[in-house]
């Protein structure tokens, strides 16, 4: 049974570090999709990528976040510095794009962030 | 992409039909139905899609009015299990895959009771 997965599933730092988050999609998905949930503002799409290009990541604070992919089995999301209003979960999600636009996407459990 | 209303909760005993409506009045003609849902400390589920049509998986089945205003998410035999936050979603398909973004709204949380 195919899944996404992340790590890690916890983090706890403090304010000013820097966290990277990783997710590994589906085998054969070539998008991949970056959401982050709170109580105050519920699931929002940050960034997402289709064939490790970035195709929007308007909902990215650019000046601390980063996502990339390095090749088709990861992607990662960098906050460099944290803030404590980075606590979140934060969830990836990958599905595959035809030319047509993606109906299903699968999301992994997610990452707990805790910054103090 | 058009906003939908939903209840902010529901009750269902376990074993009968969970019907989850959503209303979707804005709705244009490209734009599909989504249903996805989240259990708790989980990440969001897709359920199940439609555009004019009914549908049914063997997860759910989902009922399209004919003036695609609402919809209504059927789970024919709910369980414990299916305690969630639902979402239907309202978007359209971007051929040349230029947006593909969900927008979750707030859900309807369903409570399947003993």
């Known amino acids: 049974d195919a899944r996404v997965t992340q790590t890690p599933r916890h983090k706890v730092t403090e304010m000013g570090q820097e966290v990277t988050m990783r997710c590994q999609p589906i085998?054969?998905?070539?998008?991949v999709f970056w959401y982050r949930q709170t109580m105050m503002q519920g699931l929002e799409l940050l960034a997402y990528?289709?064939?490790?290009?970035?195709?929007?990541d308007s909902g990215m604070p650019k000046d601390r976040f980063s996502a990339e992919m390095p090749d088709a089995t990861l992607a990662t999301l960098k906050i460099q510095p944290s803030e404590p209003r980075d606590s979140a979960v934060y969830f990836c999600?990958?599905?595959?794009?035809?030319?047509?636009?993606?109906?299903?996407?699968?999301f992994g459990p997610g990452t707990r962030l805790t910054v103090t | 992409d058009a906003k939908t209303t939903q209840p902010p909760s529901m009750d269902c005993a376990e074993g009968r039909a969970a019907n989850l409506p959503c209303n979707h009045s804005?709705?244009?003609?490209?734009?599909?139905v989504y249903w996805y849902r989240q259990i708790h400390s989980q990440g969001p589920q897709y359920i199940i899609h439609?555009?004019?049509n009914n549908e049914t998986n063997e997860m759910a089945s989902l009922i399209i009015t004919e003036d695609r205003k609402s919809s209504t998410l059927i789970l024919p035999h709910a369980t414990l299990r299916d305690t969630a936050v639902y979402y239907c979603?309202?978007?359209?398909?971007?051929?040349?895959?230029?947006?593909?973004?969900?927008?979750f709204g707030t859900g309807t949380l369903l409570a399947v009771q003993p």
């Open positions: 979603i309202v978007r359209a398909l971007n051929y040349g895959g230029a947006t593909n973004k969900l927008i």
């Open positions: 990528f289709r064939n490790r290009a970035p195709l929007d």
């Open positions: 999600a990958s599905g595959n794009l035809p030319e047509g636009g993606v109906h299903e996407q699968y």
């Open positions: 804005t709705i244009s003609g490209n734009e599909y």
């Open positions: 085998l054969g998905h070539n998008t």
């Open positions: 439609g555009l004019k």
